[in-house]
DNA sequence: TAAATAGGCTACGTC
DNA sequence: GACGTAGCCTATTTAT
């Protein structure tokens, strides 16, 4: 037997290769027989000898011929239909493959794979050795113990005594009795007619066993249900039998043999070769080499413990207030930190040791009064010289918030420090980080609380579930915090973390805490207005058309326009002809229905995305709309908002810009003071390319698309038509977001050579520009990544080499005018980003001075180049003087940063 | 068979 | 270029 501890990985292989075989599409090897199953297959083998570093690896396969359960019951599995032939002949070539992994195959006559598995993982529970079950197959859930799991590869989930609580709600001694219940299509086991899992479970609850459930069937609801129960009784009980496993199939194992790590390299490239298999033939290259992978084997030593005795707690305190830095997480009943309760507290202060406070829990469940545990920690969590560190502190923050305690000393947030490392990664999330940097698999929160409509709250799963996944969620920041603190060293970034986004988070959660207040009245006026005018579209569209539609389905517009009214389709998307709103534009001129829809439209979204939208979102307690600050997700560097997204109320229409007018100051004798960066990005285009002109015109105030107007077209400042101006503007967009010549000819609505002329007029005219341009594409194809000034970086791949240097005689260098999506990529995020950085700065600075001299003015949202005030009107003239000074002076760039202040009672006067 | 859920897609609001 | 949200639509899962 293995020692104690190890980890044994069991395949029930036929339930793997019918999977694989049916997923993956038709594939032949050189010789043309089909390997489609052998290929996936051995990819899963590979994958799991690989990722989860088993200490030993077995394969069972079924016997060929009948099993002692169709001796039983002669139909079972009887709506299996044939092996198809194209499967049957991979069997042999999947043997081959095992057998050179060097894994023992295990197949007993008249039993199954999964009678093979309970043997194994009886012998592993007995010995205290970990054993995880390789199967689709659900009989395998009545194996489960503390020492024997099931794991699914494709979803790769470990499926265990939790996991079985949340799904079926049983226990694992429960789950053949279940089973023997709800039945079994597949396998043909009969069940219990009118009982499926719901049912099941209640009648285990109550009763205990099928036994007891068969006995007292006098007792079940429905009247038909009963008359199943005991008509069905007999069936029950053979179902019984045929779900049962035996964990007592006759066979010896060769545990030796089964240790993982002895492969026959030669005999493995040769298979690999005969069914070609060439990205697999390295793999298994890399393995025999011994090739170690990036992450650690998972040997996760962890000592959690629940706290539910003040003495216990007063130890914990001790432990933590001894402490230079610790782990800080909180359970809590909402996603929503603004309504978030306390459901308990977890801290980590050394690899592995971590505790979980449960204050709040179902009834019967030991919790602490959350009274007690604030007066023992709270000093912890305000002791500025305690360092915190942890996973998304900034809800935590905000959670402590409500309960009266600020938390202090925020140090290190590994959700921050993975972003700065990689901005352009899709999650942060700790189970992603804690696979990817410990290679841990985490618990999943979907295991205690579900998923979908029937998801618990965190209040409502047994403490005893919650402290082990809540101890952890402590303890994985503290194991990765030195991993990603020296990958931020290494990449330069450490300032950037600790003076920048580190203490940004303390500002986001103030903003987040503090909120906008909405006037829900006047969005209700609004909407009345909105909801009339769009019913009178939504008649006169009628009337044309000539019956009713769906407006907002493109599907069933599109028929109308195209097929009913016979106008010729502009553009497609990827599902049928466009009808977005430059579609309708221009088919406008040929058809008055085009023009009433899009101004439907325009009423649709103001209605369904803000006004009626908003009011949903307002704080019962505080009166006010938290949005939420994302400091991880734009890969530039800036922040993004959502629950709701306050970045992008509209501005640009009269209609849209009404809804603006709802945003006000909290109070009577306060006011929204709106202060924004003019042209910030313009201006850091300006500073990088070094152009005098450019920079001395922001200097002296001048209006920056005329001056360009003006220069580009080689006319007079004050002989620049509205047009010009508008060309220019568009340009210096162009620029900024990387446009290309088309997309500057759609903007402006002028042919695609004329838009080519334009930015190759203005190239020549501002080669500092150029220059700035060619530098970041040099930059980003060398090094694989671009930085703002601040160090934020990017990684971006598929940017192509610039040519020879300037000056060179045939100077044939990508223009920036052909830049594919990687090229406009690079250099949009190396402006946008350094805008993204300067106004964060301002965003400290700000907060500062506004704590320093005691003001009560609240920062309460930011879009990205504005910040917006709520004060009290006696501050305002100090607040603007402040905000312009540190505003203004977080940099000094090439060219001076000009800010914009307003102040009215509501944002749209602002 | 109906209802619930998930995910893709189109469209559109901001900077 | 960077985002988030709404609504429709379809496919898939689940409940009865």
């Known amino acids: 037997m293995l020692p104690a501890g190890s980890t044994v990985y069991v395949v029930d292989c036929h339930s793997l290769i019918f999977q694989v075989f049916h997923a993956i599409p038709e594939m032949t090897s050189p010789r043309g027989e089909p390997v489609n199953a052998v290929?996936?297959?051995?990819?899963?083998?590979?994958?799991?000898?690989?990722?989860?570093?088993?200490?030993?690896?077995?394969?069972?396969?079924d016997p060929p011929g009948d099993t002692f359960r169709h001796e039983l019951y002669p139909v079972y599995k009887g709506e299996r239909s044939e092996t198809p032939t194209e499967l049957r002949s991979q069997f042999p070539k999947i043997h081959q493959i095992v057998e050179a992994l060097r894994i023992p195959i295990i197949s007993v006559p008249k039993f199954e794979a999964d009678d093979v598995l309970a043997t194994v993982a009886r012998l592993c529970d007995e010995s205290q050795v970990f054993c995880r079950?390789?199967?689709?197959?659900?009989?395998?859930?009545?194996?489960?113990?503390?020492?024997?799991?099931?794991?699914?590869?494709?979803?790769?989930?470990?499926?265990?005594e939790v996991a079985l609580l949340a799904d079926w709600g049983v226990r694992p001694d429960q789950v053949v009795d279940f089973q023997s219940l709800v039945g079994d299509k597949i396998d043909n086991i009969p069940g219990v007619p009118l009982i499926g899992p719901k049912i099941a479970k209640e009648l285990l609850d109550e009763f205990g066993t099928l036994d007891r459930v068969l006995d007292n069937a006098d007792r079940v609801k429905g009247a038909k249900r009963q008359q199943n129960l005991k008509e069905g009784r007999e069936l029950a009980l053979i179902s019984r039998q045929l779900v049962r496993l035996d964990q007592y199939v006759p066979v010896e194992i060769d545990w030796q043999a089964a240790r993982v790590g002895d492969f026959d390299a030669e005999r493995l490239a040769e298979l690999c070769a005969d069914f070609g298999f060439r990205s697999i033939a390295e793999r298994m290259a890399a393995l025999s080499s011994g090739g170690a992978a990036d992450t650690a084997p998972s040997d996760w030593e962890?000592?959690?413990?629940?706290?539910?005795?003040?003495?216990?707690?007063?130890?914990?305190?001790?432990?933590?207030a001894a402490c230079e830095v610790i782990s800080v997480d909180t359970e809590t009943t909402s996603v929503n930190p603004r309504e978030a309760e306390l459901v308990g507290f977890s801290f980590a202060w050394a690899e592995g040791e971590a505790a979980y406070v449960p204050v709040r829990g179902p009834a019967g469940d030991r919790v602490l009064p959350l009274a007690d545990v604030l007066a023992v920690l709270g000093p912890i969590l305000e002791d500025e010289s305690i360092k915190k560190i942890g996973q998304n502190l900034k809800y935590d923050m905000i959670v402590l918030r409500g309960a009266g305690v600020t938390m202090r000393g925020l140090s290190f947030d590994t959700m921050i420090a993975s972003y700065l490392l990689d901005a352009g990664e899709r999650t942060h999330n700790l189970d992603v980080l804690s696979d990817r940097y410990l290679g841990h698999t985490t618990v999943k929160i979907s295991e205690l609380i579900g998923s979908g409509k029937n998801q618990k709250r965190m209040d409502e799963v047994p403490?005893?579930?919650i402290a082990e996944y809540a101890a952890e969620d402590a303890d994985v920041p503290l194991r990765l915090w030195p991993m990603l603190h020296e990958r931020l060293d290494r990449d330069g970034l450490l300032p950037l973390s600790d003076d920048l986004e580190t203490p940004l988070v303390e500002v986001l959660a103030e903003m987040e805490w503090n909120g906008v207040?909405?006037?829900?009245d006047r969005l209700a006026e609004l909407s009345k207005q909105f909801a009339l005018r769009s019913q009178e579209l939504a008649e006169q569209i009628e009337e044309i058309v000539g019956h009713p539609f769906n407006l907002a389905s493109p599907k069933q517009l599109a028929e109308v326009l195209f097929q009913e009214i016979g106008l010729k389709p502009i553009k497609r998307t990827k599902t049928g002809p466009s009808t977005d709103a430059a579609v309708l534009e221009e088919l406008a001129a040929l058809h008055p229905l085009p023009r009433l829809?899009?101004?439907?439209?325009?009423?649709?979204?103001?209605?369904?995305?803000y006004v009626d939208a908003l009011p949903q979102l307002v704080n019962a307690k505080t009166g006010r709309v938290h949005c939420s600050f994302n400091q991880v997700v734009a890969a530039t560097g800036r922040l993004s908002c959502s629950d709701p997204n306050l970045q992008n109320i509209p501005i640009r229409t009269d209609e849209g810009r009404q809804i603006r007018s709802a945003f006000t100051a909290g109070e009577a004798?306060?006011?929204?003071?709106?202060?924004?960066?003019?042209?910030i990005e313009l201006r850091v285009l300006a500073h990088f390319s070094e152009d005098e002109t450019l920079c001395k015109a922001f200097a002296e105030g001048q209006d920056i698309h005329t001056l360009v107007a003006s220069q580009v077209n080689g006319v007079g400042l004050d002989e620049v038509t509205s047009e010009q101006r508008r060309g220019a503007k568009a340009v210096n967009f162009g620029i900024i977001y990387g446009q290309s010549p088309f997309g500057l000819a759609k903007t402006l609505g002028i042919p695609k050579e004329v838009a080519a002329q334009f930015i190759a007029d203005y190239f020549a005219r501002y080669p500092g520009v150029m220059d700035f341009m060619l530098d970041t594409l040099d930059t980003a194809a060398r090094q694989g990544y671009v930085e703002t000034l601040l160090g934020r970086r990017r990684a971006i791949a598929g940017v192509r080499k610039p040519g020879p240097p300037k000056g060179a005689l045939f100077d044939d260098r990508p223009q920036p005018l052909q830049m594919n999506l990687p090229e406009r990529t690079a250099v949009n995020t190396v402006i946008q980003g350094t805008a993204a950085d300067l106004i964060k700065l301002a965003m400290l600075a700000v907060s500062r001075r506004l704590k320093d001299e005691g003001l009560r003015t609240k920062l309460i949202l930011q879009i990205h180049d504005e910040l917006v005030f709520d004060a009290p009107e006696e501050e305002v003239e100090q607040l603007t003087t402040l905000i312009t000074e540190e505003m203004q002076g977080v940099a000094n760039l090439r060219t001076p940063l000009a800010v914009d202040i307003?102040?009215?009672d509501n944002w749209a006067e602002c």
């Open 902 to 904: 307003g102040v009215a």
């Open 463 to 465: 403490v005893a579930q």
């Open 669 to 679: 004798g306060w006011k929204l003071v709106a202060a924004d960066y003019s042209q």
């Open 39 to 61: 290929f996936g297959f051995t990819k899963d083998l590979l994958k799991l000898i690989e990722d989860k570093r088993p200490d030993a690896l077995i394969c069972a396969f």
């Open 302 to 320: 962890a000592n959690y413990r629940a706290i539910d005795t003040p003495e216990a707690l007063a130890e914990l305190a001790k432990t933590l």
């Open 597 to 609: 829809i899009v101004e439907h439209r325009q009423y649709a979204k103001l209605r369904g995305t």
């Open 133 to 160: 079950l390789v199967t689709g197959d659900k009989d395998s859930r009545q194996l489960i113990t503390n020492h024997v799991a099931v794991y699914n590869i494709r979803k790769d989930h470990v499926y265990d």
């Open 517 to 520: 207040r909405v006037d829900v």
